[in-house]
């Protein structure tokens, strides 16, 4: 076995001890039937999961999931901080404005999560019900079509990229 394989498959069981370590503290939890959590939902016995490994494999999808969304939102927040050459002039031009500094981030957040969401964690996978056309552009006379029964990956993150927000 390669030495790159011996090392993935060790961090694979670690992190499926760690998820493994999840479930058994909040199992040890006193207070566990108080709280409302993801954990209590997915550790629950009679929940969706018949067994540990399939509460362990929850927890990781919700790890690696928090981790994808999370890293790409904070990029996504620094590029829009450094596209904008001076953010004193835009933050006094909010405060001139009557807004509150609160208002402020919270454009800064909303066009963060508009700009950068994870285009892999927002993805939609549909089939056509019908034949659709779109044109190419204004000089072509010949539309494109999509027939009826493709299947069209649609990214969200693309999607809200295209047009402005009103």
């Known amino acids: 076995m390669l030495p790159s394989t011996r090392h993935a498959k060790r961090l694979a ?12 503290t909040h199992r040890q939890n006193e207070k566990k039937d108080s709280t409302n959590t993801f954990i209590k939902a997915i550790a629950d016995s009679n929940g969706p999961f018949k067994n540990d490994k399939e509460h362990v494999d929850e927890i990781i999808d919700l790890i690696m999931g928090s981790t994808l969304t999370t890293g790409s939102f904070l990029s996504s927040i620094l590029v829009q901080k ?3 050459q001076d953010p004193a002039s835009t933050f006094q031009k909010y405060l001139a404005t009557g807004d509150s500094p609160s208002q402020y981030l919270h454009h800064i957040i909303a066009k963060s999560e508009r700009l950068g969401t994870p ?4 993805t939609s996978i549909r089939q056509t019900g019908k034949d659709f056309f779109i044109e190419r552009n204004r000089s072509s006379s010949k539309p494109m079509v999509i027939s009826k029964g493709s299947i069209v990956i649609i990214s969200m993150n ?7 927000i009103p």
Do not use: K
């Open 82 to 84: 450094a596209e904008n």
């Open 13 to 24: 069981n670690d992190l499926n001890s760690f998820a493994q370590t999840v479930i058994n």
């Open 119 to 122: 285009s892999g964690a927002l």
């Open 158 to 164: 693309i999607a809200s990229t295209s047009s402005p």
